[in-house]
């Protein structure tokens, strides 16, 4: 996970506020993906970008969630109003290279989101 | 609809032993695999990957196998030393679809004891 920083590590917050993740890729690459990971569910793709255009972002669990790429480095994942149910770990991704989808990803430390 | 499935949460194993982790896919589509391995408090990590042309990939102390006619993949880890107890995490991908992404299966916890 040299290649990608995410930020807070870990997110404690109440019901109904406002949780922004951050993920910083330590050299541009094409695309970025963010996953989810609970223990019914595993990981979980919520979206991906590529050229930091969403190219699908039909995991995304609902209207609450949104994630944004402003630049080929940095992306962030919101979350408004936060719910019980979205506490998870949080990952970012992103693969090595420019290359294709098969290329193995590197994964950030995640965030660990705990709503109450 | 959990494409990639590891029905086995948890595994135990004995140092030295080997340890065998199932991994389930219900898409005939997907052509590509890989195994992800992951440690507390950390991003999963690439461990092994496989082409469906082929049956076999070693690296090591890792070998995964395919048979692609069962859908069914496994990891082998031999011997099996306790850096090995992590959450591995089964991948699998279409790679003839441009906007292709990978199907993560619920992982499975491997304990490995003294």
């Known amino acids: 996970d040299a290649g990608v920083i995410q930020s807070p590590r870990h997110e404690v917050t109440e019901m109904g506020q406002e949780v922004t993740l951050r993920c910083k890729l330590i050299?541009?690459?094409?695309?970025l993906f963010w996953y989810r990971q609970t223990m019914m569910r595993g990981l979980e793709l919520l979206i991906y970008?590529?050229?930091?255009?969403?190219?699908?972002d039909s995991g995304m669990p609902e209207d609450r969630f949104s994630a944004k790429m402003p630049n080929a480095s940095f992306s962030t994942l919101k979350i408004q109003p936060s719910e019980p149910r979205d506490s998870a770990v949080y990952f970012c991704?992103?693969?090595?290279?420019?290359?294709?989808?098969?290329?193995?990803?590197?994964f950030g430390p995640g965030t660990r989101l705990t709503v109450l | 609809d959990q494409q990639v499935k590891q029905n086995s949460p948890s595994l135990s194993v004995q140092e030295g032993r080997i340890s065998i982790l199932n991994c389930d896919y219900t898409?005939?589509?997907?052509?590509?695999f890989l195994w992800y391995k992951k440690y507390p408090a950390e991003g999963p990590t690439f461990l092994i990957s496989?082409?469906?042309?082929?049956d076999k990939n070693e690296d090591g102390r890792f070998t995964v196998f395919l048979n692609k006619s069962a859908k069914h993949l496994s990891l082998h880890i031999v011997p099996s030393q306790p850096g090995d107890s992590a959450v591995y995490f089964c991948?699998?991908?279409?790679?003839?679809?441009?906007?292709?992404?990978?199907?993560f299966g619920a992982g499975t916890q491997v304990v490995v004891t003294p």
């Open positions: 991704a992103s693969p090595p290279s420019a290359g294709g989808l098969t290329d193995e990803q590197f």
């Open positions: 050299s541009g690459h094409n695309s």
């Open positions: 970008f590529n050229n930091n255009v969403p190219i699908d």
């Open positions: 898409n005939s589509m997907f052509d590509y």
């Open positions: 496989i082409s469906s042309i082929k």
């Open positions: 991948a699998a991908i279409m790679t003839t679809d441009s906007w292709g992404k990978l199907q």
